[in-house]
């Protein structure tokens, strides 16, 4: 096999994600949004080795794939940290602290990302709508013809209907259709070319179901709750519908944990039978680096032996999460995995508000890198790139984005004078802040754990109808819409085409207008932050 994790990948890789960390670390702390970069990296790694002597798609896979990687990682340090600042500007936390904490982070995030490859993008074939929409940019720009025309065509309608609406501002980000009553909600949609490509990718089973939850939390749940009096006020609802949703997603990753724990039993069951037993040099070496990881955690930072060792396990139940969603939805709710990771760990012991915070760092960078490899190694499936020199790359590109977001960080701070300013909100962080005492409605909590545990056991995508429950109405309405507007113009166009054409067609679109936003996002991002 040719040699895809090439130097000249390596290079470019490593210079691209340069910029791209540090304008993601910018985006993430003044606006609390991160826009997905795969496919701006995409395009950029197409642009500078797609003429280049004896390239390959799979190069080009291998290349962006290191490019983008650092992003989440800045994304899931910016998420949280802040809030730290935000309670205490006098904190003091060493560098070092800080970069064994990405550093580790990024590792754990590779390292849980290729025990979950397998079962996330072959077994289950998660539609990835990011991963999907890179593989689809790389197939058209090197082949041409009426797949690129079309490819390229809604990419620069995205491209400048996202200009005029963040850069100049002649376009709202929010439509409101109806304004809502005493006891209901508004209805909103986000005007995002983005989220309709997503939920034309993510197909009708996750958008409608995601919807549903969104539908069921605001239109059902909220009115109801307030009539019988359960709700005293809209505020009160909106705390019972968020920690709900957020039990739902949790109950998953119980879910999880309970199938790994009968899986496990089973594969005992086989080796008291006598067959061969499955411990070999994979086992040995995950072992190896999560001890490593606890090691360094428990000696180099302010968390204890047994909060390290917990924490393991709970990163590894949050990045199976957090690649089980971004997967299904496109969405990488990161800090909410953060926020109760350090809920259940503060439930067996009492760390101090440093290794709180740090906790909560560690987590959210994991899942922010697992949410990108799994995109990458979605592409590169399609692509048929090696996923060892991907995953390779995706590890270099953490450890050293994990390093470089921590200077980033820094600097940033020291030339705004702080987070929680209106230069850099943080909102985030400031929403970790506001949960590290506890949450806010645990009955709702409770209730949702129930609900999800049991929805995951009966195969149903209990995450995806926690995350419509949790987000705001108007991100989960703009999803519906795109899975709906899929379904319309695939049934138009059925009929003087076949179904794989149509479907092409129809990935193509919503590629170009996911990849148009995201695109822009990310050159709006470091022209704000150089500007």
Known sequence: MKRQLSMRALVIGLLGLVVITASSMYVALRMGALPWPTIFVTVL???ALSKAKGSTLQEINVTHTIMSSGAMVAGGLAFTLPGLWMLDPDASIPISNLIILTVVGAVLGTLFSALFRTK???????PYPMGIASYNTL????KGGKGARTLFSAMGLSVIFTTVRDYLGKIPALLTLWGGSAIMPAFSMWVSPMA???GAIIGPLFALLWFGGAVFGFYILTPLGIQSGLFATMGEADLFRQNLGIGLMIGTGLGVFFKAIASHLGRQKKLQEGRRPSFNRRSIAVLAIIALAVLLLSLGTDLG?????????GIYLATYLSGMLTGQTGINPMEIFAILVLLAIQLISKPSMIASFSIAAVV???????????NDLKSGHLLGSDPRQQLLGEGIGGVVGAVLSVFVLLVMRRAFGG???EALPAP???AVSAMVGGLDHIPAFLIGLGVGLALYLANLPSATLGLGVYLPIYISSIMGLGSLLSIIFKAIFSANATKEQVGEQTGLIASGLLGGEGITGVIIAIISMFG
């Open 45 to 47: 790694s197409m642009a």
């Open 120 to 126: 996330l993008i072959e077994e289950e074939a998660l």
């Open 139 to 142: 197939q058209a720009g090197t």
């Open 196 to 198: 309709l490509g997503i």
């Open 305 to 313: 032996l047994v909060e390290a060792i917990v924490l393991m396990a």
């Open 364 to 374: 959210a960078v994991a899942c922010g890198l697992t949410g990108d490899v799994m």
């Open 419 to 421: 987070f929680g300013t």
């Open 428 to 430: 985030q962080a400031a």
